[in-house]
């Protein structure tokens, strides 16, 4: 079918010129309108193609534009489809005479997409959005990985924090609890006066007394050991000070058992 220009009432994209002249000017326009955002001109595509061409090539150049299978595309006039081989003379269309190509007539020619066929604008944009929501989830995962790496290195420094003043609250404990624990006593030789204080604390044994009295007094490395008494009582090298009742000032007695 021929028609006449129609002002430019809608837009339309020209697809150029195919073959050598003479041409009849065609107006391909979408058998229905494609949704918004496919790349078509609402006013459909012109061009030139040459009256010997066969109607192939202006599928294939429509196809090209479409980015779609060059057998994607369907092509009809009057509600006839076009045999691609032949031109469209040959198809049975009546072409335009010499005064009405003059007069801007156009051959409209009817195009639809093959049943499964997309769009490459619309292929490209669902790409594209699949792009920018994979890219878009990936950096939202980023971010939660660098947030859980920053929580993670706060709650580590809390912690060393924490351990930090817990350990030094139980070393001044410990050191409270040391100062309180310790007493200083009066030690001397049964039978003398010759009293020496000692340092140490309540949670020492007998036994461990007994060796800092040793050493202080210079009885280490003789054979035998040191007895100590408090209170006319020997008291038991197991038994720590503090079980034994001796407080801080207390007379310790002491006496040296050599080995046999």
Known sequence: RAMGGEGGALHTEDLGQIGANPCNEYLLRPVKEFADGSDVPTGG???????????????EALAKRLAVPQDGVCLAVDG???????????????????????AGTKILVAFMLAHGVELGAVIERRRAEMDAEREALEQAELLRKEQAE????NAAARREAEARAQAEVQARQELAAREA????????????SGWQEVRTHKGATVAEFAQMVSDQVGMRG????????????????????????????????YYWVGED
């Open 80 to 102: 006839q489809d076009l045999d691609d081989a032949k031109t469209i003379g040959e198809n049975g269309v009546l072409e335009p005479g010499p005064a009405a190509r003059r």
């Open 150 to 153: 920053r929580d993670e290195a």
């Open 45 to 59: 595509f012109t061009g030139r193609m040459a009256k010997a061409s066969p109607v192939a090539q202006l599928k």
């Open 181 to 192: 624990d310790a007493c200083t006593l009066r030690c001397s030789p049964l039978g003398t």
């Open 222 to 253: 003789q054979a035998g050991h040191l007895t100590l008494t408090f209170n006319g009582d020997v008291l038991s090298e197991r038994m720590s000070l503090r079980e034994a009742g001796v407080e801080d000032g207390a007379e310790i007695l």
